[in-house]
């Protein structure tokens, strides 16, 4: 299992900073809506600046018509980013396009979809949905899977269900992770990270627990430790 540490800081010099503490871990870095529409695309690069060997995953989330998604898919790919993601409700003809956009491309990058965010509770999940989260984040995760796709960003709780109804190899990535115990915030189905490896889960997310704390590099280490 993999670690991946959201930069979600409130400016590129805080997250610069706390790249720089943590430097010496073998982690991935997610880029998301906040520091990429803040900073964008050199941000990626004052990443690399501090170790080349960090991956990134730009945290995007596409979701509009199909070919609108394979034109940004197609820009992030020549970006270099390691990760990207997809909503799975913009539906499997939109993640087939961006599939097919992206063999032309010489780096590709690994694609994952987006099935139900864990700020969802079941209420405001049905209120969008009209079902419940475990079977319709299985039907987008089907979806993504048939579509040529890499893996899903899930919930802890759906991922080994999710790899029942694909492939083991169908990747998983599962935000909502909290460590040692810390505050859930907005997340609405947090796990720990015992749980997260009885479920196969390929990378955890974890962001507030490493950048809101004091000791940022002794928590990657602590986590890094049990993984
Ligand atoms: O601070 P926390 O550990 O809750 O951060 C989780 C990160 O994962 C945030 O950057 C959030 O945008 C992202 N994310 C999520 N749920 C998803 C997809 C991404 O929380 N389904």
């Known amino acids: 299992m993999k670690l991946c540490v959201a930069l979600d800081l409130p400016s590129a010099k805080e997250n610069l900073e706390l790249v720089e503490k943590i430097k010496e871990y073998d982690v991935w870095l997610k880029v998301g809506l906040r520091a990429f529409i803040r900073d964008g695309y050199n941000f990626l690069g004052e990443l690399k600046k501090i170790n080349p060997n960090f991956k990134i995953f730009l ?7 199909p070919n609108t998604m394979a034109d940004a898919a197609q820009e992030i790919a020549q970006f270099g980013v390691d990760m990207f993601n997809v909503h799975a409700s913009a539906g499997k003809v939109a993640m087939r396009t961006v599939m097919k956009r992206l063999e032309s491309c010489q780096k590709q990058p690994i694609v994952l979809a987006v099935t139900a965010l864990t700020s969802f509770d079941e209420a405001n999940f049905q209120a969008v949905y009209n079902q419940d ?3 319709k984040a299985t039907q987008f995760a089907k979806d993504a899977y048939e579509s040529g796709i890499h893996g899903v ?5 759906e ?4 790899k ?3 492939c083991a190899d169908f990747v998983t990535l599962c935000p909502g992770i909290r460590p040692f115990g810390e505050d859930s915030g907005d997340q609405k189905r947090v ?3 015992p749980f997260a490896q009885e479920n196969s889960v390929d990378f955890i997310v974890v962001g507030r627990p490493i950048y ?10 602590r986590i890094l430790d049990i993984l």
């Open 153 to 157: 960003v899930c919930s802890a709780f």
């Open 133 to 135: 989260i475990a079977s």
């Open 159 to 162: 991922s080994q269900e999710i």
């Open 59 to 65: 945290d995007l989330k596409l979701h509009d018509i």
């Open 212 to 221: 809101e704390s004091t000791e940022p590099a002794n928590i990657v280490k």
């Open 164 to 166: 029942n109804n694909t």
């Open 191 to 193: 796990a720990t990270i």
